[in-house]
């Protein structure tokens, strides 16, 4: 019995090393779609890219400064049916988002994240009926 249980405690411990088809964050293999970052989305086997324009200007306008897209478990393609809404809380600003494409951009505004490398806030929408709140920044 004691030869078993070091055996069976390897194969226990090795079991979730190897198994599921869920994509590293860390090597995503050939990357997201859009070229943006992607994120986990939490309570689901599913993926967020977040893809930042750069800008220019901080007091520019600029439209579609982040766009949010929602991706299956393969974090390649697209979610069906993707959220059609949401809106985008960033400090005390809520901030609507727009369809745009496949996914859901930031309206025409001055820039939110002109000073920033990362979009941090709180994405709301929807998903499978259910409202989801995902926090963004998380670095």
Avoid: W
């Avoid at 030869?3 to 979730?16: F, N, S, T």
């Avoid at 198994?19 to 090597?27: E, Y």
């Avoid at 974090?75 to 859901?104: E, N």
Wanted: with cysteine; proline share 14%.
């Amino acid at each position: 019995m004691p030869k078993i249980a070091p055996i069976g405690l390897a194969l226990l411990l090795g079991l979730p090393a190897g198994c599921g088809s869920r994509p590293s964050l860390t090597d995503p293999g050939p990357g997201p779609p859009h070229k943006g970052s992607l994120q986990g989305i939490p309570g689901t086997k599913t993926y967020l890219e977040i893809v930042q324009k750069k800008v220019a200007s901080p007091k520019e306008p600029v439209d579609g400064e982040v766009t949010f897209y929602f991706l299956q478990e393969d974090a390649r393609t697209p979610m069906s049916p993707a959220p059609t809404g949401g809106t985008l809380t960033v400090g005390k600003k809520t901030i609507t988002l727009k369809p745009q494409g496949d996914g859901l951009a930031t309206p025409s505004g001055p820039p939110l994240f002109a000073r920033s490398e990362g979009v941090d806030g709180m994405l709301s929408v929807e998903l499978d009926g259910k409202p989801v709140e995902i926090p963004l920044g998380v670095r």
